[in-house]
């Protein structure tokens, strides 16, 4: 009776030992499930943050130019400049390159470049003279990136007419505003893909998406004429004693807009 109880409770003890590795295994194997099934759009986009980084390349805005093609509004260079701390080589001597060029502290700099982050910018829409010395550094985690920014050569120069752009360059009044989307182009896109210490621009599954850059306007403004025009425009407002004062010129046979 003694043994036949010690074999039962045996049993019953295999039982449920198995009981127990079965259940493990089938909520280890749901577990898998759940995350390589359920959850597999959140993980590959977790995944892909941790190796891709998505950089844009900006288009270069349509210029506006006169009749005679003087060029009434400009773009000039400048760069955004970043860094992957993940690969920096030299953090210092990027820290003091950036505080001289910034006239900021180097501890500034070297906080940015000691994240955990794999991007972090430095310094946005800066001169090529002001990052001379930063763009003949070669360390692997600095990243260079040209962009444009709107330039009025004249100045106030036909300012109503040609209006202006916010830092974003989207245009805000005037022509820069009437005709923003043929000036503005579309950007592109570059993806750098980490792989250890290596980075590379391009592969088969991202290719550069090259950005398409905007149209230029040539108007029927003719610069000399205007200039003339807005002084003499100046000096009536003052003879006269006006808060303000408007002048068109014309051509009376096609209707063009000199001024």
């Given amino acids: 009776m003694f043994k036949t109880t010690q074999a039962k409770l045996q049993k019953n003890r295999l039982i449920l030992l198995a009981s127990l590795i079965t259940i493990f295994f089938l909520a280890v194997e749901v577990n898998l499930f759940y995350r390589q099934v359920a959850q597999h759009e959140m993980f590959s986009k977790v995944a892909e943050n941790q190796y891709l980084k998505k950089i844009p390349l900006r288009a270069n805005r349509g210029g506006i130019y006169d009749r005679t093609e003087h060029k009434l509004v400009n773009n000039t260079i400048k760069y955004d400049l970043a860094a992957d701390p993940q690969i920096v080589e030299n953090n210092k001597a990027i820290a003091k390159a950036c505080s001289k060029a910034f006239n900021r502290s180097e501890q500034f700099y070297l906080k940015k470049l000691n ?27 600095l990243i260079k990136t040209k962009s444009f920014r709107r330039e009025y050569p004249y100045r106030t120069y036909a300012a109503h007419l040609l209006g202006f752009t916010d830092p974003d360059d989207q245009g805000l009044s005037g022509l820069e505003l009437q005709y923003d989307q043929q000036l503005a182009g579309s950007d592109g896109e570059a993806v750098m893909q980490y792989d250890g210490p290596r980075r590379v621009f391009y592969n088969a599954d991202n290719p550069i998406v090259k950005p398409q850059h905007g149209d230029d306007i040539i108007l029927t403004i003719d610069k000399d004429i205007q200039t003339i025009v807005e002084q003499e425009l100046e000096n009536g407002i003052k003879k006269a004693k006006a808060k303000a004062g408007i002048a068109v010129m014309m051509d009376p046979f096609s209707g063009a807009v000199y001024a």
């Fill in 115 to 141: 994240r955990e982050s794999r991007f972090t910018y430095l310094a946005r829409r800066v001169s090529e003279e002001e990052i001379g010395e930063i763009l003949k550094l070669k360390d692997p985690g």
